[in-house]
Nanobody, 122 residues
Framework: QGQLVESGGGLVQAGGSLRLSCAAS????????MGWFRQAPGKEREFVAT????????YYADSVEGRFTISRDNAKNLVYLQMNSLKPEDTAIYYC???????????????WGQGARVTVSS
C-alpha cells in the first residue's frame, strides 16, 4: 500500500517562510487530487489547500489565501506547500492527503501522511 511522508516542518519566526514537501511512494499521485490539512493543539483538523489532478487547479482556505501556495510535481511524485508570511496562528501539525476527487472535505481524502509539525513564534 502507498505511503505519504511529509517533511520540511520546523520552528520559524513570525513573518518567515517554510516549504513542506509530501513524498508519495507505492502509488502515483497523478491520478489523485492532493490536499494539505492542519491541526492545531486542541482544535479539529482543518482544510488548508488542495490541488486537482491535471490541470492542477488550486483552492485555499481564506486564512492562508495569498500567503500559501500548493504545487505538485507528478514526475517526482511530490506535492509542496510553500508557506510565506507565517503567523503564530499557523502553528499546527500539517498533513498531506490524497483523494480521488478535488475536494475541501476531510472525509473525501483516503490516504494520509503522519504529519509535519510547524511552529511559528511571535
Amino acid at each position: 500500500q502507498g505511503q505519504l511522508v511529509e517533511s520540511g516542518g520546523g520552528l520559524v519566526q513570525a513573518g518567515g517562510s517554510l516549504r513542506l514537501s509530501c513524498a508519495a511512494s507505492g502509488r502515483s499521485i497523478s491520478t489523485y487530487a492532493m490536499g494539505w490539512f492542519r491541526q492545531a493543539p486542541g482544535k479539529e483538523r482543518e482544510f488548508v489547500a488542495t490541488i486537482s489532478q491535471d490541470p492542477g487547479n488550486t483552492y485555499y482556505a481564506d486564512s492562508v489565501e495569498g500567503r500559501f501556495t500548493i504545487s505538485r510535481d507528478n514526475a517526482k511524485n511530490l506535492v509542496y506547500l510553500q508557506m510565506n508570511s507565517l503567523k503564530p496562528e499557523d502553528t499546527a501539525i500539517y498533513y498531506c492527503a490524497a483523494s480521488a476527487k478535488y475536494s475541501v472535505l476531510l472525509d473525501s481524502y483516503n490516504f494520509w501522511g503522519q504529519g509535519a509539525r510547524v511552529t511559528v513564534s511571535s
